[in-house]
T-cell receptor, first 111, second 115 residues
């Protein structure tokens, strides 16, 4: 079973920030939080990952709470092309870190 | 940007027939994964290869599914005989080494419909 809980769906207005929450209350000390997204009819695409510090790259920011039991993926200026299913995954950062997907959050960006 | 190639893109087959999917990973990627994605669900891992060896096939229905990666490069996933419940997207992914979940690159998948 997936180790994360995400809302089934969310809407966001184009140009606004999209904040996607994820609960991972059973995360262990050596597990990372990974985010992937899947645009319709394509394979999943890596977005970002983190252990305990906040992370930012050209695609998104990842905010992890101090107790590491939850996190938020932030798309700062959502576009229509960001409409996708977003998966939050907890996995070991080393050689056993295989991806186990849940159902994810369907983000719909609306004009 | 390097891509994981999969073919065919779409496949329609009758139940009880055999069907095969092909995957060519990114050059140099030692680890290859096959996932199955039923409509509305997240991808489910079927089999993982490290070079030519199977590392994990615990979720592969071995009575009808088989997978091989003979030379440690490209890979084939076969279903024989196909059943109606096998209708799904079959995704291939590769990564430079086992684990390190940020390093996965997925192909666009093969959409299988069994009629």
């Amino acid at each position: 079973d997936a180790k994360t809980t995400q809302p089934t769906s969310m809407d966001c207005a184009e140009g606004r920030a999209a904040n996607l929450p994820c609960n991972h209350s059973t995360i262990s000390g050596n597990e990372y939080v990974y985010w992937y997204r899947q645009i319709h009819s394509q394979g999943p695409q890596y977005i970002i990952h983190g252990l305990k510090n906040n992370e930012t790259n050209e695609m998104a920011s990842l905010i992890i709470t101090e107790d590491r039991k939850s996190s938020t993926l932030i798309l700062p200026h959502a576009t229509l092309r960001d409409t996708a299913v977003y998966y939050c995954i907890v996995a070991n950062g080393g050689s056993q870190g295989n991806l186990i997907f849940g159902k994810g959050t369907k983000l719909s960006v609306k004009p | 940007e390097a891509e994981v190639a999969q073919s065919p893109r779409y496949k329609i087959t009758e139940k009880s027939q055999a069907v095969a999917f092909w995957c060519d990973p990114i050059s140099g990627h030692a680890t290859l994964y096959w996932y199955r994605q039923i409509l509305g669900q997240g991808p489910e891992l079927l089999v993982q290869f490290q070079d030519e060896s199977v590392v994990d096939d615990s979720q592969l229905p071995k009575d009808r599914f088989s997978a091989e990666r003979l030379k440690g490069v490209d890979s084939t996933l076969k279903i024989q005989p196909a059943e109606l419940g096998d209708s799904a997207m079959y995704l291939c992914a590769s990564s430079p080494q086992t684990g390190f979940a940020y390093g996965y690159t997925f192909g666009s998948g093969t959409r299988l419909t069994v009629v």
